[in-house]
């Protein structure tokens, strides 16, 4: 190829041409290469011409429409390449070349001409954010601060260049700027602030690279206030998001995203499935999402609410990165060839430039726009962020398509029970900090002491950076792997330690202003929930040694408990061993008090008083508890002698057998299956016996061992006054690798419909997810319901998060991370027809990963459950109230009374009129301004819901976005806030108040 700008005549010299020469026009081929001239934008044109004779002075001359334009070639003997330039016609039309020589026309081609595009190519200067992966932790953040140095640096030398050519960065998960931040002097954070506001540096609005299906709905929100406190306390701007790396996505993230002003969403999502092979099928149907024109592409993608942000899909991390300006010439045509031959329909596109795994920063990528642009019009090149990019996009999307539904995960959803302790611990976290949250909230307002503000940010920063994607080394073994895992773990335990602390404090605090004239022990049970409860109190480490009646201090009646004792180390309890243990040393450890709170209000709490007595109090119970059943007035269950698993539960009230005696497992039994031959195993003989009777609740507990798990005990309760049953599973499990453990729920229902509440959504399967995409298993949060539509099942899990409906069906790893490759790997999805039997099976540990996850796990862990039945469908069961129930379990403190305080014996802190909607969020506003709730609708209806809010004294009312910023007032009253909520929606409001409960000071 002759030339990159058009040529001027004078450049040629005079050469004549044989007599016996032959000139040959072979072919021609529009580039997308323009150049500006005098005359205006001209198109490059490559002509292919064969000459026979010797060299030899030509002319092109070209009819494109009606403008005509010629070129002067020097035309070498043999077959070569020319580039010629013509005028930029923006119209389809025909087009003539014309070759002559020596006054003589010796070819011409006639042909039909397209416009080519005027390409702008976005280049996005990025590094994918692993924390941990390519070293540990702590050296990785330290890597990022050397970054940060080299981008002021490279964004302060191109300073005066051409805007296209100035430096750029994107940031791709904003914990790597938080810590730059937090360890930075004030100067440098003035350097970086300058830039950030001028759009050279982009902060996205999310933390990291998350497991959105793992997150709970908060914490889904919280994801971007990182990156919005940094807005806020700088004014940078906050403008899109992206996930890399992770093959499946949260249906709650539109709705998150849209819900704070975010538009744009890259979704990096990888092509694992097609590394190695092309016999298997992906994480989704690309073919059913995408256009005909395949990747890269866009399309809006719509939440529950409605709701919807613009997302462009490329396939992995998106990137190409040449290393020169001559790198860029060789391979960016045909880059943008494919791209139009294939019918790409915009005329913008976007690259990552650098882009792998914890990868510095490079300026040559300004240095190559930068003599790029000084050569070509058009393609042009811009060295961007995101939403650089995204707005130029935008403008050519008005035809994109619109898909909504979960995109269910494949691979990080599994590599979390690589670590099934720690992801349990987590997962129970998401709950109780949210609790914590609000009755620290409740605390400072009422007694003015400080607010824990650092403290909860702390436990949801390491909340969330637990349940981002990087689990571990790339090579997960040998002591960076420990010390690695030991960080990322060290994640879940603090966010638990600090939830612990803050929620301690705030509950004691609370307690300490009741008024309790009645001398003696009291307990205050507290509801973190917006909904009025009867539930389960369990009070630890409780030892009273006379005798006492248990007496609610609102109706005055007597409430039926028991003392449960610790008999076993190895009782499917928290911590049962190490109470066991400490119950050598304090005895109140091996005790507990347990009854039923009655009533207890939404979001309140209630008390209770211990009268002492002279003789001690019998109560009569409906429970009945023989060698292997238990029977209450709801339910008779009945255990195989043999294994201990449940083989029937009747439902009296119901009148029906809830096990499906056909299974080819019992409800609650272990099953084991081994990845590299995929057979099943369950445990054998199993030793059965009773465990707590009392008039509270009854147990029968269950000891034996099972494939890779020396001990297994399992503890099956049936409560006097409460219909429900829950399981407790504690394994101790050995070092086998290429296991697999899940738990077997096989309910006997005909022609099942399943849901389950997914983060911020409720999702039914095959309906509410992408074309293509996994139904072999799901996340769940705090519920799934299955049902008829005559009568369903309603399963909560409080540390396992995966299920699969219907039967066991394959786990589907990636190549990317599985260890050994399983015999069914590659089967299709399940379809429809083949959800028949109502079963749920709990996926709830798995040992076999080549990288990231670890291999092996061992220790002891504990896996719970519990199942309500009811009529009707999941609405007419009340499947939220009883999966968020599970979740949140009623939390007691034990105080003395004898004193005054301000507070009554029972309250309602917070509650609103609608059952549909959900109190998520109870907090200090960010930036100090009043206090922040924050709602979900759970049933798909739009409302008007008014919140009552007794202990506050309001004088002002405003919605806000999701991450707190004003958008309009709301009416109110002294103690009252109404706000309209969409259906699926998430409404935030912000209340001003002028003084707290009973004239207290503060708030």
Not at 370 to 378: F, I, L
Not at 419 to 431: F, L, Q, V, W, Y
Not at 440 to 453: E, F, K, W
Not at 826 to 840: A, H, S, T, V
Request: contains cysteine; negative net charge; hydrophobic residues 35%.
């Amino acid at each position: 190829m002759r030339g990159r700008k058009a040529p001027h005549p004078s450049s040629f010299r005079e050469i004549e041409m044989p007599a016996n020469g032959i000139l040959k026009i072979k072919g021609i081929k529009p580039t997308p290469f323009f150049v500006e001239s005098g005359e205006g934008l001209l198109q490059g044109v490559e002509i292919s011409v064969e000459n026979s004779g010797g060299p030899v002075h030509a002319t092109v001359v070209a009819y494109v429409g009606s403008l005509r334009s010629h070129s002067e070639i020097t035309v070498e003997p043999g077959e070569e390449r020319y580039r010629i330039y013509v005028p930029d016609v923006r119209e389809s039309t025909g087009a003539e070349f014309i070759l002559k020589a020596d006054k003589k026309v010796y070819d011409r081609r006639k042909m039909s001409w397209t416009p080519k595009k005027h390409w702008k190519v976005y280049m996005i200067p990025i590094a994918h954010h692993d924390f941990g992966y390519t070293d540990t932790i702590e050296n990785v953040l330290r890597r990022y601060e050397e970054f940060y140095e080299d981008i002021l640096r490279f964004c302060e030398e191109t300073e005066d260049w051409p805007f296209e050519s100035k430096f750029r960065y994107m940031i791709e998960g904003a914990w790597s700027i938080q810590h730059f931040i937090e360890n930075r002097s004030e100067e440098v954070v003035r350097k970086l602030v300058r830039y950030l506001k001028e759009g050279r540096i982009e902060i996205p609005a999310l933390f990291g690279n998350e497991i959105t299906a793992l997150c709970g709905g908060e914490e889904l929100i919280r994801l971007m206030y990182p990156s919005f406190r940094l807005k806020r306390r700088y004014g940078v701007p906050i403008r899109s998001a992206s996930i890399t790396d992770i093959p499946g996505l949260s249906w709650g993230l539109p709705t998150v995203l849209a819900g704070a002003g975010v538009k744009y969403f890259f979704a990096g999502l990888p092509t694992y499935f097609e590394w190695g092979r092309s016999d298997i099928h992906t994480f989704w149907d690309e073919e059913a999402v995408l256009r005909p024109h395949g990747r890269p592409d866009a399309f809006r993608w719509q939440g529950p609410d409605g709701e919807s942000v613009l997302v462009y899909y490329q396939g992995g991390y998106g990137c190409w990165s040449p290393s020169s300006y001559e790198e860029a010439l060789n391979q960016l045509p045909k880059l943008l060839s494919d791209m139009e031959e294939m019918g790409y329909p915009f005329s913008v596109v976007r690259f990552g430039f650098g882009c792998g795994d914890n990868i510095p920063p490079d300026i040559r990528i300004s240095y190559i726009v930068r003599e790029w642009n000084d050569r070509w019009a058009y393609p042009k090149l811009i060295v961007a962020t995101n939403s650089i990019f995204f707005e130029e996009l935008e403008r050519e999307c008005e035809d994109v398509r619109t898909f909504k539904g979960e995109l269910p995960h494949t691979d990080y959803v599994v590599g979390a029970i690589s670590t099934a302790k720690e992801t349990g611990i987590n997962r129970i976290t998401h709950d109780r900090l949210q609790a914590a949250e609000k009755f620290a909230t409740i605390a400072s307002s009422l007694d003015g002491r400080p607010y824990p503000a650092e403290d909860i940010r702390k436990a949801y920063d390491n909340l969330m950076l637990y349940d981002e994607h990087t689990w571990g080394m790339a090579y997960p073994m040998g002591p960076l792997q420990d010390w690695n895992w030991s960080d990322k773990s060290r994640c879940a335990y603090k966010a638990a330690g600090l939830t612990h602390s803050i929620l301690s404090e705030g509950i004691e605090r609370i307690a300490g202003l009741i008024e309790l004239k009645e001398e003696g022990s009291h307990i205050i049970v507290f509801n973190p929930l917006s909904f009025g409860r009867t539930d389960v109190v369990r009070v630890p480490r409780f030892t009273v040694e006379e005798p006492f009646e248990l007496i609610d201090e609102e109706t005055g009646e007597d409430v039926p408990y028991q003392i449960v004792k610790l008999d076993n180390p190895q009782a499917p309890v928290p911590y049962s061993a190490y109470r066991y243990a400490m119950g050598r040393v304090s005895r109140p450890e091996l005790f507990e008090l347990v009854f039923v709170a009655k009533d207890v209000p939404p979001l309140g709490y209630k008390t209770y008083r211990l009268v002492p007595k002279d003789e001690a109090i019998s109560f009569t119970t409906g429970l009945s508890i023989g060698e292997n059943s238990l029977e209450n007035r709801f339910f008779k269950i009945i255990l195989d002698p043999q294994t201990g698993a449940v083989a029937s539960i009747y439902d009296k009230e119901l009148g029906r057998e809830m096990v499906d005696e056909e299974a080819p497992h019992r409800l609650n039994q272990l099953v084991a299956r081994w990845v590299e031959s995929g057979e099943m195993e369950t445990p054998g003989r199993a030793e059965i016996r009773k465990g707590q009777t009392g008039p509270v609740y009854g147990s029968l507990v269950v000891s034996g061992r099972g494939p890779g798990c020396p001990q297994l005990s399992q503890e099956i309760i049936l409560y006097d006054g409460i219909k429900r049953i829950d399981f407790a599973n504690r394994l101790l499990k050995d070092s086998t690798p290429f296991l697999e453990i899940y738990f077997a729920f096989p309910f006997k229902i005909d022609r099942p419909s399943f849901r389950f509440e997914g983060t911020n959504s409720i999702i039914r399967p095959f309906v509410d997810q992408f074309p293509g995409s996994n139904t072999n298993y799901y996340t769940m949060q705090h519920w799934v319901d299955v049902s008829n539509g005559e009568i369903g099942v309603t399963f909560s899990s409080v540390e396992a998060h995966l299920v699969e409906f219907g039967g066991l069906w394959p786990c589907y790893v990636s190549q990317a991370h599985h260890g050994v490759t399983p015999p069914d790997f590659g089967r299709e999805f399940i379809r429809p027809d083949e959800l028949k039997r109502g079963y749920i099976y709990s996926f709830c540990l798995d040992s076999n990963f080549r990288t990231n996850f670890q291999p092996v796990q061992q220790g002891d862990m504990l896996f719970r459950y519990s199942i309500t039945t009811h009529r009707g469908g999941w609405r007419e069961g009340e499947a939220r109230n009883f999966g968020w129930a599970i979740g949140n379990p009623l939390i007691p403190v034990r105080v003395d009374g004898g004193r005054e305080g301000v507070l009554p014996l029972a309250m309602s802190f917070c509650q609103v009129d609608r059952t549909n909607v959900l109190i998520l969020t109870l907090k200090r506003a960010e930036d100090g301004d009043g206090i922040i709730l924050r709602l979900i609708e759970t049933e798909g209806k739009d409302v008007t819901v008014t919140l009552t809010i007794p202990f506050l004294t309001i004088s002002g009312a405003y919605r806000t976005n999701l991450v707190e910023e004003d958008e309009g007032k709301l009416p109110f009253t002294e103690h009252t806030v109404t706000a309209p909520v969409k259906a699926f929606g998430i409404t935030t409001i912000r209340i001003r108040t002028v003084r707290t409960y009973k004239g207290l000071e503060g708030g």
